[in-house]
């Protein structure tokens, strides 16, 4: 079992960076791969990227590639989610999630979720 804490969010303009960061405790922190999902009020959860154990292979969604960037440190246990170039559809709570087996774009791929965390981004 490992617990998920992020942090980061809050309220910025249209074109800033932000970046997220989600602290894992509990169980070795290199032994899952990590996503990072989003919910907008009135929306179905969607996924933004992913990570895999050893931080080597990547993947994101269309809506944010080539603006947000996922990486991890297992020596310090935390995965970041840095953000630029923001805009108001980026509005959302965002969660860090992490899989004990399988791994995916599917929400239900993963087996521990954190609280979230709020960013709000006004134009």
């Known amino acids: 079992q490992v617990r998920l804490v992020e942090s980061g969010g809050g309220s910025v303009q249209a074109g800033d960076s932000l970046r997220l960061s989600c602290a894992a405790s509990?169980?070795?922190?290199?032994?899952?791969?990590m996503g990072w999902f989003r919910q907008a009020p009135g929306k179905e959860r969607e996924y933004v990227g992913r990570i895999n154990w050893r931080g080597a292979v990547t993947d994101y969604a269309d809506s944010v590639k080539g603006r947000f960037i996922i990486s991890r440190d297992n020596a310090k246990s935390i995965m970041y989610l840095q953000m630029s170039s923001l805009r108001p559809d980026d509005t959302a709570l965002y969660y860090c999630?992490?899989?004990?087996?399988?791994?995916?774009?599917?929400?239900?791929?993963?087996?521990?979720w954190g609280q979230g965390t709020q960013v709000t981004v006004a134009s």
């Open positions: 509990g169980r070795p922190f290199s032994e899952y791969d």
């Open positions: 999630a992490a899989a004990a087996s399988y791994w995916g774009r599917r929400a239900e791929s993963y087996d521990f």
